[in-house]
Structures are given as structure tokens and as C-alpha cells.
């Protein structure tokens, strides 16, 4: 049982395990799908259905209705899903009316890497929280620990060190707590 108010991030049921985030052969491109409203699960679906690598994070999420207790999954980045797709399929994309626009990647290594650090952190289960817009600080790695190896942007929030872990193209990231003593600078 969550606290009112925590979210926690781990891994869908319906989507056990999280895909391998791999370079785009050739041929294609990692793409992020700007998703219209409450159609990100759709979309993953779909397009799991017909083959190609999907990536939608999930976070779980408790309500309380009177007395009622609900848990549920919503996207992590809401409104966003990363796929890896052949390129002549961009303007198929578009024309799916679950897809509000897609976003091409300039730097699909940039992407890549940044995907699979998220999938890392929401791969271990860890408490995270998402935290948007993230442009400033200091640039580190994880060094001990279930996120050893990660790396991202170091805020301080009211004496605890959280690394933040972003995706820049969508100006979204995750906040991962960490001891002081396990980072270094990048």
C-alpha cells in the first residue's frame, strides 16, 4: 500500500519487461509520438501489435474515493511515447488518429541513451518523480547502488541530493534520490 500522495514507478503488467532500447538500424529512427489526450496506452499497443519497439515508462498511482482505494498506471511523461520505426513510416504515423504529431530526433544517439537510462531507473522498481523543464546544475554519474552508471543533472531539495535523469527533447525528466557520497562528476 502506496501513501497517500507517493507515486512509484515500476513496471507495467501488461508490458513485463521493458524493451531493450537498441540503435535504430538502418533504415529507421527513433521517433517520440506527441500522443492527443489519455491515448498513450493506445498507441503502444498498436504498434507493439504490429511489430515495432515501443517505449511508454510507466509510473503506478494510488487514489482514494471515499473510502475506496484505486490503483492504476498512467505514462511517466504524459502525452509521450518513443518509438523506433522505419523512416519512410513517419507520414503513416502522422495519419494515426491517436497521434497528435511526431517529433523527429536530430540526435538519435542523444535519444537512445537518455531512454535507456530511464528505462534503467524505472526498470528497478525505485521510487521516482517526474520533474519537468530541467535545464540547470551540475552533470553526474551514479556510482553505487541500483542506478550505478546513470547519469544526469544534480538538484538539491531540502538537504537530500536527487540526480535528475532527462529526456531533453520532450523538457521532462525523473528525479532519482541518492546518497551524496554516490556521485561523481561527469
Known amino acids: 500500500m502506496l501513501a497517500r500522495g507517493v507515486t512509484m514507478v515500476a513496471v507495467d503488467p501488461d508490458q513485463r519487461p521493458y524493451p531493450e532500447i537498441q540503435p535504430a538500424p538502418d533504415g529507421h529512427a527513433w521517433f517520440i509520438l506527441h500522443a492527443r489526450p489519455r491515448a498513450?496506452?493506445?498507441?503502444?499497443?498498436?504498434?507493439?501489435?504490429?511489430?515495432?519497439?515501443?517505449?511508454?515508462?510507466?509510473?503506478?498511482?494510488?487514489?482514494?474515493?471515499?473510502?475506496?482505494?484505486r490503483v492504476f498506471w498512467s505514462p511517466l511523461f504524459a502525452g509521450y511515447v518513443f518509438g523506433c520505426f522505419p523512416e519512410k513510416h513517419r507520414y503513416k504515423l502522422k495519419q494515426d488518429h491517436h497521434v497528435a504529431n511526431v517529433l523527429p530526433v536530430v540526435d538519435q544517439a542523444t535519444l537512445v541513451d537518455q531512454l535507456q537510462q530511464i528505462r534503467q531507473a524505472v526498470a528497478c522498481g525505485e521510487m521516482l518523480e517526474v520533474m519537468p523543464g530541467v535545464k540547470t546544475g551540475t552533470r553526474v554519474r551514479i556510482t553505487a547502488g541500483p542506478f550505478k552508471g546513470v547519469e544526469g543533472i544534480v538538484e538539491k531539495v531540502e538537504g537530500k541530493t536527487r540526480v535528475i535523469v532527462g529526456?531533453?527533447?520532450?523538457?521532462?525528466?525523473?528525479?532519482?534520490?541518492?546518497e551524496s557520497q554516490a556521485v561523481e562528476l561527469v
Open 40 to 69: 498513450e496506452k493506445k498507441i503502444r499497443d498498436h504498434y507493439q501489435r504490429e511489430g515495432w519497439t515501443i517505449f511508454l515508462p510507466l509510473r503506478c498511482k494510488e487514489h482514494r474515493y471515499g473510502g475506496r482505494v
Open 167 to 178: 529526456i531533453e527533447m520532450i523538457q521532462q525528466a525523473v528525479a532519482i534520490g541518492v
